[in-house]
């Protein structure tokens, strides 16, 4: 019993699995839970995006994603930032067409941009993010494509790294190759519905608070 509250508790002296300074962030996917502080832990997880964090709010351990700590997941050049690629500054979302990005916005837009949209002018813009569901839960990311001339397409960019759309209209959520294997086996093995399946990875990921959980 003890070993099972020294688990969930808060070890002393707090120090990061890295580099030993104050860690904030426990990992409950990687082997024996370590803690981590916010450097090390966007620098261990840039090829784990997918794995279950929480924080240290002072009283508890409490869910948070990779995105909540600025972790970015880029297509192509074997996981690293595009050289190519431009800052955004300002971020359009049009309850039509989805997001739009511009880097160069006219100060007499604002007063020309359609009522139906949301132009970040004041303060700066949140990332765009894509819903991405695994096996570990549902999970909200910020994906930053190749900017390259002659670059595949976005939907192809995903593909290589085993990400699939969920409609090439609304580039908005995206499957693991994993999810789908195990989705495959489920439905064979057990007749497990989509649905029933879904909604499994809907408590996974908070069974507490449902409305924390990313919506595509």
């Not at 990992?27 to 997918?50: A, E, I, M, V």
């Not at 695994?134 to 960019?157: A, M, T």
Request: net charge negative; with cysteine; hydrophobic share 30%.
């Amino acid at each position: 019993m003890k070993l099972f509250i020294k688990r969930k508790a808060l070890l002393f002296p707090r120090s990061c699995a890295v580099c030993s300074n104050n860690g904030v962030y426990r990992c409950h996917s990687c082997f024996g839970d370590p803690l981590f502080c916010t450097d090390c832990y966007r620098t261990q997880h840039q090829r784990n995006p997918f794995h279950c964090i929480t924080q240290w709010n002072g009283q508890c351990f409490q869910d948070t994603s990779l995105t909540d700590l600025g972790l970015e997941i880029y297509l192509s050049h074997s996981g690293n930032c595009c050289p190519n690629a431009q800052e955004s500054i300002y971020t359009v979302f049009d309850e039509d067409d989805g997001w739009e990005e511009s880097s160069d916005v006219d100060p007499q837009d604002l007063l020309d941009h359609p009522s139906g949209s949301i132009l970040s002018w004041s303060s700066p813009p949140k990332p765009k993010t894509t819903t991405v569901i695994n096996k570990s839960g549902v999970h909200s990311l910020v994906i930053k494509e190749c900017c390259y001339p002659g670059s595949l397409d976005y939907h192809l960019q995903l593909f290589e790294m085993g990400l699939f759309l969920s409609s090439f209209a609304c580039l908005r959520t995206a499957f693991t190759s994993a999810v789908l294997d195990d989705f495959l086996l489920d439905n064979l093995k057990y007749s497990t519905s989509a649905m029933n399946y879904y909604s499994m990875l809907h408590s996974l990921t908070s069974s507490i608070l449902p409305m924390n959980v990313p919506v595509s």
